[in-house]
């Protein structure tokens, strides 16, 4: 089993950037791909980005691309999301999430453990 962690959500203005990261304990190494999906208010959970442990293979959603960064350190079994030219309607509870699989990134399904998730706000 994995438990994830995340720290790093708070206030920014728009077109600032913030970091988010994921801290991974735990059986970590059953758990192939790290995501990171976001919910705001009334509506339902969207996925984010995606990466693999092993070899750093990424994935992101349209609306993230050019902008967002997923990264990790397997060292410190942590996972970043490195957000740039914010927007209000990033605002949202952002999650960490691990997966056993390898396909299907993008979808919550997928997804076996989470964490209790960060707020990010961006001001316009």
């Known amino acids: 089993q994995v438990q994830l962690v995340e720290s790093g959500g708070g206030l920014v203005q728009a077109g600032g950037s913030l970091r988010l990261s994921c801290a991974a304990s735990g059986r970590t190494f059953s758990y192939y791909i790290m995501g990171w999906f976001r919910q705001a208010p009334g509506k339902e959970r969207e996925f984010v980005a995606a990466?693999?442990?092993?070899?750093?293979?990424?994935n992101y959603a349209d609306s993230v691309k050019g902008r967002f960064t997923i990264s990790r350190d397997n060292a410190k079994n942590t996972v970043y999301l490195q957000m740039n030219n914010l927007k209000p309607e990033d605002t949202a509870v952002y999650y960490c999430?691990?997966?056993?699989?390898?396909?299907?990134?993008?979808?919550?399904?997928?997804?076996?453990?989470w964490g209790q998730g960060t707020q990010v706000t961006v001001s316009s």
């Open positions: 999430a691990a997966s056993r699989g390898l396909i299907e990134s993008n979808k919550d399904r997928a997804y076996a453990y």
């Open positions: 990466i693999r442990w092993s070899g750093g293979s990424t």
